[in-house]
């Protein structure tokens, strides 16, 4: 897919124009274009080291990309460039994320992780926490009412005050997702969410992430090499190879596409 | 001209000294990232027992003297001080091993009270005269001017050290052990690494040098009571992470750099400021550069 | 075998006594005699006491492989008993009453235990709740009880001013303190933290302005609307409920201040864990990259984390000067800091009552320990090592707050049992 | 396990809680010093001259019929744990202390005191301590810092050094005694010149820095506020970088284990010290009744302790009580007590009278007592 001529954001949630990283003499990402439109659910596969993750970060803003640009439609629809912003910010302005390998409040409850979600949606500050004046006390009880019913939403009912790092693998990889819900996002970035999931708890992700995009109403952007729940889940699919861009397109054009194949199997 | 030169020279001789007890924080944290609040208590150990050894076979019964019994007392002392290390590592550290960091360090603090106030009711609270056990060197006498012989001894004595210690590290089927327990011990001991091996090796080696400083610096300062370990260990420490804690030059230049700031603060500015100048630079160096100079600075992988 | 190695070990320090005047060795075989035997004894109670720990950690993982926190200890259960509301209330009366019953020597130290909590609870925002390793933590009590002394010495300010004023001023310091340490992690944040507290403390001590070693002497104790306490109300007091003739009731005043002081900490201290800025900070010291993600700024959460850690130190700095009426750079050393680190440590990290009781132990323990006089200091750095040994995650261990859901009308009512954070048993840093 | 420590944790405390219960038939008397941490040196010789005068004292029947029984309390030269240990004291009744080691922990006890209390130093010589008059019931038989400076300024003057360095170990000690010679130099310099005026670390591993500040600055002569501990290293570094710079010290350099540290750097140092006491056949006798007991040296403030018990006893004696302070007062400024440091009587601010200070040299290894003008 060569690079398009002027990179217009079309109307979709996030867009990246000539987006590069360069480490030192490594291009991690070589002028990469992406898309994803309001309400898609955007795979994005490729080999490992093929700056799958390094995108992931650019975007959240843990590194600052060297070159290009990177367009976001935030909540209340204005576009927004996401360059050289925190990452804290970037969550605030409705781009949430997981991690690669779980990174869950250990220590603290399960329904302490979400309410540290919504951190970016409350108001209370100093004062409010040490007087606890009523408009504190309601927004505390609302938000733990709208961490409790997302918990039971997603099944994590049962182990609402146990501790994050007593749960299963697979609930804790929910755990990170309802958590990132938490957030309010706009757009969900899930890196690897199946890693490590048998099959059962694979098709559960499957429901888990159909049900977010229509009952949140968000879009995801999603990193994963379990290739049938890709195949099964994904509106398009973009194809990195070392850095670049090699393919884009919905599931049954890409399984087909010999760039595809070739950079997965390796030559025929 | 000539005051800046013995300014250098101060600077050179208590650099040398904080690195010898450096080395022993560094090799210590490494390892299992502890501070080891009580390696100046080993210091101190190290000088009494010289001090009681020096005495015992100096005497008229045994009637050693010159290099004989400098090397005799310095092995003898190092001997007592890597048991004491190895002692405390088995006592203090390793039930905690599982613990949170802040577990041994506490345990750290409370062994280093326990060992000051063990020999200051075995011994004595008061000052003791400790006698210059190095036997005369005749040095060129352009030397001799700008530096005594034990402040040599202690500079060559510290060389020697890093030295020594530099290629262990790199070159023995321990000392990469060693290192392998640094980057991640449960890895090194799936590897075959016998972790309690290592670490008590690392602390017998780092109470060496210890007693190796705390002999040459009684014979340097002619006096020792059981309060020295505190303060030179407190500088030692910061030395040590002043070169990036970890790292066994770092170590050495870290410390070095201690004793240039302080001799030249004192020089140009005023001794009563010369140690807030020492912590100032460490503040500057530290935030311009979070894992000190030589550290690794611990970037967390996302 | 223990018991000759020990004897071996300790065989050159015990045993010859450096003579300073005859420069001479006196042995002295006797003391080996009972090093041995004594040390005998110790080893088996230590090997016992280790087979014990083991065992029991051992039983702890099997019979309940799911559970929450490890079952915990009979007086963390105290603590989260139900009726914890009415044991704070017996506590608090207890705690009012005391000065009428006792001598002013326990008075006395028992305000320096509180004055300690106050420190406990400030240090615990930093260390305990956001992970900020701070071993400067004494440059904020110093600020605090120079604060007092030096506005009475120059200014003549009375007490009441300058407790809010010194509860400022050392937040100001936390906040200064805080910038450099923003990029720090770890024990290099240890390192600034502790040569910042060395540079408060020489500035005090070569400082003409603060009279340098000379220090600060004859601070007013605080005045009770401006009666003289140990006149009439004395007397008063002493026929009405038999007062201890000797106590001086501007002491017993100072222990009524710092009783409201601890009282006002744990309740701020608690409110702000348990407030939105409270659970940024346990995110802080969780883990930074997610606290990140979840849209809280590491910047100003770490900042906020040690100025309001601050404040109370500031405030304790007030009393503790109002308390022994003179103070000079030598109280605030490194030391200091280290105490009330172990003092957090020790109690148990984020738990309000762990703080609590480990003030309790490590102030009180020394003074029970006069009766062992020379001895004194080197049972408590023992007793130290074997508290930590046995109790690595502190005297108690710190429960997560439990949110009970009425499952009826979802309203879920958040009755706290106690803040808590079972230890994080395989390190810290596990990234 | 848990069940098991916390069992022993309560157990260990109730036991520590119960303390002693001491008999009431014995005179109880008070010492408050440090016992344990750095300056543990200087309490414990204030402690073993006490012990020596008390044995003294009980062998010939005690005071008033009882035996005195000593009740130490360590407080590390703290002036927070001096507030502790000093409270302990006046809890369990004591009317008699005698101490407190360092000056700050002397002022800080002195606010628990109060007028409860009388209370003898034999090592605090900040001035204060009695100028300011707060406290009646406050005697010292140490003189005061402004006694021995004047000795040395007289000296330096004597001798026509112009270029002066003061140093002191930032203690509350050294800088007084340094503050009031620079204040003596300033008022009247006679051209002479105050090159140097700085603190140095106690307890530092070299001093090689200041000692090249020294050369630098040309200075003839060093004014020491301090301890002999750090005075050693100083006068090694100096001569063994060639420097002839005379050290004159206080007190606190006027102790036999200077001249051992020192050893041939010690040649020709000056100190101001107390009277040699050790002369008289009692000194010469209470030296070796203390060899009998301890290893160590009897320590610089031996004789002033002795001699401050001693007068208290003697003052006791004749008020028949240990509480009316107003007698026992009346009887320490009226009457001299013959005591193992000599004649002890104070003024009325409490400051012992006729203990001058004299001016030693180290000569051949000894203190020589220069003869005084």
New interface residues.
């Given amino acids: 897919m060569t690079e398009a001529a002027s990179c217009r954001p079309p109307d979709s949630v996030l867009k990246t124009c000539g987006l590069s990283m360069v480490f030192g003499g490594l291009v991690a990402l070589d002028r990469v274009d992406l898309t994803v439109e309001r309400h898609s659910i955007t795979a994005l596969i490729g080999p490992n080291g093929a700056g799958k993750t390094t995108l992931f970060n650019c975007l959240t803003g843990i590194y600052p990309p060297t070159r290009g640009s990177i367009t976001f439609e935030s909540g209340d629809g204005r576009k927004i460039s996401l360059k050289g912003l925190a990452p804290d910010r970037v969550t605030l302005l409705g781009l949430a994320r997981t991690f690669q390998n779980i990174r869950l409040f250990s220590n603290l409850t399960v329904l302490e992780n979400v309410l540290i979600g919504c951190h970016g949606r409350m108001r209370a500050g100093l004062l409010g926490a040490l007087f606890r004046d009523k408009k504190t006390r309601a927004e505390e009880k609302a938000f733990i009412d709208f961490s409790y019913d997302l918990l039971v939403r997603y099944g994590l009912k049962a182990s609402v005050n146990e501790l994050a790092k007593n749960l299963a693998y697979g609930a804790q990889r929910r755990l990170e997702i309802v958590r990132a819900l938490a957030t309010g996002p706009k757009l969900l970035l899930l890196d690897e969410p199946a890693a490590g999931l048998n099959i059962n708890e694979t098709n559960e992700l499957r429901e888990l992430i159909e049900t977010i995009r229509t009952s949140e109403n968000l879009s995801i952007l999603l990193i994963e090499h379990d290739m049938n729940l890709v195949m099964n889940v994904s509106h398009v699919i973009y194809v990195m190879d070392y850095g670049k861009l090699i393919a884009v397109g919905p599931p049954n054009e890409i399984r087909r596409n010999p760039a595809v194949i070739k950079a997965y199997l390796g030559e025929e | 001209m000539d005051?800046f030169l013995?300014?250098f020279?101060?600077?050179l001789?208590?650099g040398s000294?904080?690195a010898l007890i450096a080395l022993g924080y560094t090799m210590v944290?490494g390892i299992i990232?502890l501070?080891n609040?009580a390696h100046g208590e080993i210091y101190m150990?190290g000088a009494?027992?010289a001090?009681?050894?020096s005495?015992?076979l100096g005497?008229p019964a045994v009637g050693m003297s010159g290099w004989t019994l400098l090397l005799t007392v310095a092995a003898l002392s190092a001997l007592?001080a890597a048991?004491?290390g190895w002692?405390m590592e088995k006592?203090?550290y390793q039930?905690?091993r599982?613990?949170?960091?802040?577990?041994?360090?506490?345990?750290a603090?409370?062994?280093?009270?326990?060992?000051?106030?063990?020999?200051?009711?075995?011994?004595?609270?008061?000052?003791?005269?400790f006698p210059d056990l190095i036997p005369q060197i005749d040095l060129p006498a352009a030397v001799a001017?700008a530096i005594?012989r034990t402040?040599l001894v202690i500079l060559i004595v510290t060389a020697v050290a890093m030295v020594a210690l530099t290629v262990f590290i790199k070159f023995t089927r321990m000392g990469m052990a060693m290192r392998a327990v640094a980057q991640d011990p449960i890895m090194a001991r799936l590897s075959g690494v016998k972790l309690d091996r290592v670490i008590s090796v690392t602390f017998v080696i780092g109470s060496v040098l210890a007693a190796l400083g705390g002999l040459l610096?009684g014979c340097?300062?002619?006096?020792i009571?059981f309060?020295?370990g505190f303060?030179?260990g407190?500088?030692a420490f910061?030395a040590a992470?002043l070169g990036g804690?970890g790292s066994i030059p770092g170590a050495v230049i870290g410390a070095l750099i201690l004793g240039f700031a302080?001799?030249?603060a004192?020089?140009y500015i005023?001794?009563?400021?010369?140690?807030?100048v020492a912590?100032?630079i460490?503040?500057i160096i530290?935030?311009l550069k979070?894992?000190?100079i030589f550290?690794t600075s611990?970037t967390?992988?996302? | 075998m223990a018991t000759f190695w020990i004897c071996f070990l300790a065989f050159p320090l015990v045993v010859f006594k450096i003579n300073a005047n005859t420069r001479s060795l006196d042995t002295r075989w006797d003391r080996l005699y009972i090093l041995a035997g004594s040390v005998f004894v110790l080893t088996f109670i230590w090997r016992f006491l280790l087979k014990r720990r083991s065992f029991d950690r051992l039983t702890k993982v099997v019979n309940e492989p799911h559970g929450s926190a490890p079952k915990p200890t009979w007086l963390t259960r105290l603590a989260k008993s139900r009726q914890r509301g009415r044991l704070l209330a017996v506590v608090l009366l207890s705690m009012c009453v005391l000065p009428f019953l006792s001598n002013p020597y326990m008075v006395n130290i028992v305000t320096s235990a509180l004055i300690y909590v106050t420190l406990g609870l400030g240090l615990n925002v930093v260390v305990g709740v956001s992970g900020l390793l701070n071993l400067g933590y004494v440059a904020f009590y110093a600020i605090g009880a120079y604060t007092y002394a030096l506005l009475g010495y120059y200014f003549g300010l009375s007490f009441w001013v300058c407790l809010p004023l010194g509860a400022i001023f050392s937040t100001l310091l936390g906040l200064l303190l805080g910038l450099p340490i923003i990029r720090l992690s770890g024990d290099y944040l240890a390192i600034v933290t502790l040569s910042f507290g060395e540079i408060t403390r020489l500035v005090l001590t070569n400082l003409d302005f603060t009279r340098g070693p000379r220090g600060i002497s004859n601070i007013k104790p605080p005045s009770f609307f401006g009666l003289n306490l140990n006149g009439t109300p004395k007397q008063f007091l002493i026929e009405t409920v038999g007062f201890h003739p000797d106590m001086d009731l501007n002491r017993v005043f100072i222990y009524f201040i710092i009783l409201a002081v601890v009282v006002l900490t744990i309740i701020c201290v608690y409110r702000l864990e348990n407030s939105r800025l409270g659970r940024a900070w346990l995110a802080l010291r969780e883990d930074e990259i997610a606290c990140q993600a979840m849209g809280i700024n590491r910047t100003r959460a770490k900042l906020t984390a040690f100025a309001l850690g601050s404040t109370w130190a500031g405030l304790a700095g007030v009393v503790f000067a109002s308390q022994i009426t003179f103070i000079n750079p030598a109280s605030f050393s490194f030391m200091e800091s280290i105490m009330i680190l172990s003092i957090v440590v020790l109690g148990g990290m984020d738990s309000i009552p762990g703080v609590i009781i480990g003030a309790a132990v490590l102030i009180l323990l020394p003074e029970q320990l006069r009766f062992f006089s020379d001895y004194r200091m080197l049972i408590f750095g023992a007793l130290m090592v074997v508290m930590m040994v046995f109790r690595p995650g502190g005297l108690i261990k710190s429960v997560r707050e439990v949110y009970i859901h009425q499952a009826s009308d979802s309203k879920p009512e958040p009755r706290p049992v106690v803040t808590a954070l079972s230890t994080m048993e395989q390190g810290a840093e596990d990234d | 396990m848990g069940k098991l420590f916390s069992k022993f944790v309560l157990l260990l405390s109730l036991v520590l809680m119960a303390g002693p219960a001491a008999a009431q038939d014995t005179l109880k008397v008070g010492f408050g010093g440090a016992i344990l941490g750095q300056l543990a040196a200087y309490g414990n010789s204030n402690l073993y001259g006490l012990e020596y005068a008390i044995g003294q004292i009980n062998a010939k029947g005690g005071v008033l019929g009882q035996q005195v029984e000593l009740v130490k309390e360590d407080d590390g030269c703290k002036p927070d744990s001096a507030s502790s240990a000093a409270t302990k004291l006046l809890s369990q009744g004591l009317k008699l202390v005698f101490g407190h080691t360092c000056s700050g922990a002397t002022r800080s006890a002195l606010s628990v005191y109060g007028n409860s209390v009388l209370m003898v130093a034999s090592s605090a010589t900040e001035v204060s301590l009695t100028e300011d008059g707060a406290h009646p019931y406050f005697f010292r038989t140490t003189p005061r810092d402004d006694f021995q400076v004047p000795t040395q300024v007289a000296y330096i003057r004597d001798k026509g050094f112009k270029k002066v360095a003061i140093l002191h170990d930032k203690g509350d000690y050294g800088l007084a005694l340094a503050e009031l010679a620079k204040k003596d130099l300033e008022a009247d310099p006679q051209g002479i010149e105050i090159v140097l005026f700085e603190g140095v670390t106690s307890g530092e591993v070299s001093y090689d820095d200041t000692v090249s500040l020294l050369a630098a600055k040309g200075a003839e002569v060093l004014v020491w506020g301090g301890y002999y501990s750090d005075a050693s290293k100083l006068a090694l570094q100096m001569r063994g970088k060639g420097l002839k710079t005379v050290i004159i010290g206080p007190d606190g350099l006027y102790n036999p284990s200077f001249i051992e540290m020192a050893q041939e750097a010690s040649e020709g140092v000056l100190a101001t010290g107390q009277m040699d006491l050790s002369k008289s056949e009692i000194a010469q006798a209470a030296i070796a009744d203390h060899k009998t007991r301890h290893s160590e040296e009897i320590g610089p403030y031996f004789f002033y302790a002795a001699g401050a018990a001693q007068a208290v006893f003697a003052a006791v004696e004749k008020v028949g009580n240990t509480t009316d302070f107003e007698a026992i007062k009346k009887h320490l400024t009226e009457d001299t007590v013959e005591t193992v440091m000599g004649p002890v009587r104070f003024d009325a601010k409490g400051d012992i009278i006729g203990v001058p200070f004299s001016l030693y040299e180290i000569q051949g290894g000894k203190f020589v007592e220069l003869p005084n003008k």
């Fill in positions: 005051f013995s300014l020279m101060s600077g001789t208590k000294i904080y944290y990232a501070i609040f150990i009494f027992t001090l009681i050894f005495m015992l005497g007592y048991m004491y002692t006592i203090a039930p905690l599982g613990a949170s960091r802040l577990a041994p360090l506490i345990s603090i409370g062994m280093s009270i326990f060992l000051q106030n063990y020999v200051q009711l075995v011994q004595t609270p008061n000052f003791l005269v001017k005594n402040h610096i340097s300062m002619r006096q009571d309060y020295i303060l030179a407190m500088k910061t992470v804690i302080e001799s030249f004192a020089g005023s001794s009563s400021y010369k140690d807030m912590f100032i460490l503040i530290l935030t979070p894992g000190g550290g611990q967390q992988k996302v």
